[in-house]
């Protein structure tokens, strides 16, 4: 589509221009004259009759069905456009003039008719309250009540100032990307009032994994205060593309488009413009187009559910919020990564905007610091927004990057007695948190690199020095706490024999380090001699109630047989009704008289038994447990003192 | 008279702890009330199993307290299972094919009951036939 005039017969209509009925338009009208006139806006051929703009409102399509999410209309404010627009008549030609008075574009008129401007910013941004909607706003400031409806052609297209190097229209992409480069798959990304960030990096280098190219189409007719500068944004861009991106797949074209916040339906819009200028597939992140947290994060990508598939003549590529796991050292969607928000940056456009503000770049897994400079370059002065509202509360700031910071003591770190409000958190808590992601977000994945390596390499000359020498450290001290053992346990020959119950010698303190095992062993077992039928055994087990019994020869424990070794015969086939004891009983080994709770928990670790034989008596597994959690170690005070949450069972 | 599966002979009562509880609490459990062991279980999902085995070699030994880890962290995983129509002679393969003394009995997937060494030892002498000819060995499947 192309309704730009030129040669003759633009030279014709500028000589009509002078006798014809003139409306004044502002300069958003006029950029929007220019994207119908250059296809941005195709099928389109003007501005909406008002038919067209129910039919749009209500449908999302234009009354012959096709897909238009965002009605475009012609209502230009002022007394004399008013009384103009009063005398036009159908097949009337009109000139639309800029402040200058210089004819911008010719309109046929198909209509006029009354607009009604709530009606459009109920239906459009759900409400007519100006002060509550940026679209609303600028809806009431910039349209009239009448509206004219009729095909336009573009005379004189207006100068782009700053952006003059980034126009192209639709043809031009088409020509660079598809004849120049000879790539047959694009992927478009129309980006917003926030520099770009790593979430946006993310998106588009999953893009280029799909497709040939990415047409980045910055959106630089924005006017709300608080913004970073459009030619802030789009340098930050360029920077990004020619600093991070292979060359010639990403290419950057300035968009002119109004920004509406119109949530779901300016997600459409912008596939349609993105479809306009030669892609195949638009990017679209969560909350597209959103303005505050007036719309659902994820109503930009349902909404594309009410078209069939192939209607709209792009397909959409949907992306989740994004975020930055330091674990992973990688920018992820919530969907891919297991780590909870303890170790994640959250990378929020408008969190890093207001970081920037206050003069510090933003944490650099975050936000490229090439892009973060430049950005910092284009901060505007917030001033106070329509509400009367000053700065963005430092809370929230803090809040939508590091939602770590309420609840633990620093990322990926110990948890906070309780959570911290955003709304007490102060400057020096975002000063904080800034350099906490600094100092430690690239530390995690290389510190769990470097516990793994300092545990298993075998070849240490890999390791830093320091790390080797600590661990050797802390080896020649357990070392040294080993070799004081045989002070308190001297080796000989430990004699069998046969040691009563003597309750009263349980201990009431020490540690696992110093109290004697013997204290509590028990000498009440089933005993049972090696010739005996194992099954006999297992009839003293139950009455014993234990899961045991000792194979006992001359008064002296030689042995252990096990129910489990009963039932592991039996499984393999091999327990015989005159199975005999010897034939699934098993040593069991014995230990020192002097040895400690730690020296046992240790033996009984590395050989894999259940019981253990001090001095003919027996302490097993369930003994050492008991013995151990329920209090009766001094050790154990924590324990006792650790009361478990309640309905913890 | 129909040989017993494993549904009627296993325990229906068991103890369960979701993946956060603290191990000192796990372990107090299983020492204050006799129990050999306690599943794991996630959105009742049987999901692993803590042993007095788990205790000894995985906290006391490596010189935890029980205080920093978690269930989740020790748990033995996957669990072993068991349907709970299985006979018991599979199941006592299967124990001793894998030399593990606990299985956890499922219904249609679904986490009923325990069946230990404990269950099966029991019936041990009914199940080999106790009054059988001596050296004729009852292989499982046979019962």
């Known amino acids: ?649 | 008279m129909a040989a017993p599966v494993v549904g009627e002979v296993c325990s229906r009562r068991y103890v369960s702890v979701p993946p956060r509880r603290r191990v000192v609490e796990v372990a107090r459990m299983i020492a204050e009330r006799w129990m050999p062991c306690v599943f794991v279980v996630e959105e009742g999902v049987p999901v692993g199993i803590v042993t007095k085995r788990t205790l000894i070699e995985d906290v006391l030994a490596r010189g935890y307290t029980g205080m920093e880890l978690t269930a989740g962290d020790i748990m033995r995983a996957p669990i072993r299972t068991i349907e709970a129509g299985a006979g018991l002679p599979e199941a006592a393969a299967l124990m001793a094919h894998t030399s593990i003394r606990y299985l956890a009995v499922t219904e249609e997937g679904r986490l009923v009951g325990l069946l230990s060494d404990l269950h099966l030892a029991r019936l041990l002498p009914a199940l080999i036939g106790a009054d059988a000819e001596p050296g004729s060995a009852a292989r499982p499947g046979s019962v």
């Open chain 1, 1 to 649: 589509m192309d309704r730009v005039l030129v040669g003759e017969a633009r030279a014709a209509a500028l000589e009509r221009c002078p006798g014809l009925p003139a409306l004044m338009i502002d300069s958003e009208a006029e950029i929007t004259c220019e994207m119908i006139a250059t296809g941005v806006f195709s099928p389109l051929t003007g501005f909406l009759t008002k038919e067209e703009n129910e039919s749009v409102l209500q449908t999302g399509r234009l009354p012959d069905g096709t897909p238009w999410p965002i009605p475009l209309s012609l209502a230009p404010a002022g007394r004399r456009n008013a009384e103009v627009l009063r005398g036009l008549r159908e097949g009337d030609e009109v000139a639309l003039i800029d402040r200058r008075g210089e004819c911008v574009a010719l309109q046929r008129v198909n209509q006029v008719y009354t607009l009604d401007r709530e009606a459009r910013a109920r239906s459009l941004f759900g409400t007519g309250e100006p002060a509550a909607h940026p679209g609303v706003e600028s809806m009431y400031r910039r349209f009239g009540s009448l509206a004219l409806a009729g095909p336009l052609e573009l005379l004189r297209r207006p100068g782009w100032g700053a952006f003059e190097a980034y126009r192209m229209t639709p043809r031009e992409t088409y020509e660079y990307l598809y004849d120049r480069q000879g790539y047959s798959r694009v992927a478009g990304f129309v980006t917003g009032a926030n520099p770009p960030h790593m979430g946006h990096e993310h998106m588009h280098r999953v893009a280029l994994e799909l497709v040939d190219a990415v047409l980045l189409l910055p959106q630089v007719e924005m006017e709300r205060p608080e913004y970073i500068e459009a030619t802030h944004r789009i340098l930050a861009l360029e920077t990004l593309r020619d600093v991070y991106y292979p060359p010639n797949r990403v290419v950057l074209a300035a968009l002119r488009t109004n920004y509406l916040f119109a949530g779901p339906r300016e997600a459409v819009l912008h596939a349609l413009i993105m479809r306009n200028y030669g892609c195949t597939h638009a990017l679209i992140g969560r909350d597209h187009a959103g303005v505050g947290d007036r719309y659902d994060m994820y109503a930009g990508q349902r909404i594309f559910t009410e078209y069939e598939p192939g209607e709209l003549g792009i397909e959409p590529l949907f992306f989740s919020e994004i975020f930055l796991c330091t674990p992973r050292r990688a920018t992820a969607p919530e969907r891919t990564c297991p780590h909870d928000a303890r170790y994640r940056l959250m990378i929020s456009g408008t969190g890093i905007r207001e970081v920037l503000r206050r003069g510090y770049l933003p944490p650099k897994e975050i936000c490229r610091p090439e892009v973060g400079h430049v950005a910092l370059r284009g901060v505007v002065p917030k001033g106070v927004d329509a509400a009367g509202r000053g700065v963005y509360p430092v809370g929230q700031t803090i809040h939508s990057l590091f939602p770590h910071y309420e609840v633990a003591v620093r990322l990926g770190g110990h948890l906070r007695p309780g959570v911290v409000p955003w709304q007490a958190l102060t400057d020096r808590d975002l000063e904080a948190a800034l350099l906490d992601s600094r100092t430690h977000a690239d530390e995690v994945y290389a510190g769990v690199f470097a516990e793994f390596a300092a545990a298993v390499e075998t070849d240490r000359r890999l390791a830093e020095r320091w790390r080797v020498e600590a661990r050797e450290i802390l080896a020649d001290q357990r070392h040294a706490e080993t070799e004081k053992l045989p002070e308190r346990a001297p080796e000989g020959e430990i004699e069998a024999g046969w040691v009563e119950p003597s309750p009263g010698r349980r201990a009431g303190e020490g540690s696992m380090r110093t109290i004697r095992a013997i204290d509590f062993t028990t000498a009440d077992y089933p005993r049972v001699a090696s010739d005996d039928p194992a099954l006999e055994a297992l009839a003293l087990m139950a009455a014993g109630e234990r899961d045991y019994a000792m194979v006992v020869e001359q008064g002296d424990i030689v042995g252990v047989v096990e129910q489990a070794a009963l039932v592991f015969a039996y499984g393999r086939g091999e327990l015989r009704p005159d199975t005999r004891v010897a034939e699934v009983a098993r040593d069991l080994p014995w230990i020192d008289p002097e040895a400690t709770f730690d020296d046992v928990v240790r033996f009984m670790a590395a050989l894999g038994v259940f019981q253990v034989c001090i001095e003919n008596r027996v302490l097993d597994d369930f003994m050492l447990l008991r013995a151990i959690w329920t209090a009766q170690l001094a050790t154990a005070r924590e324990f006792r003192e650790y009361e478990p949450p309640v309905g913890s069972v």
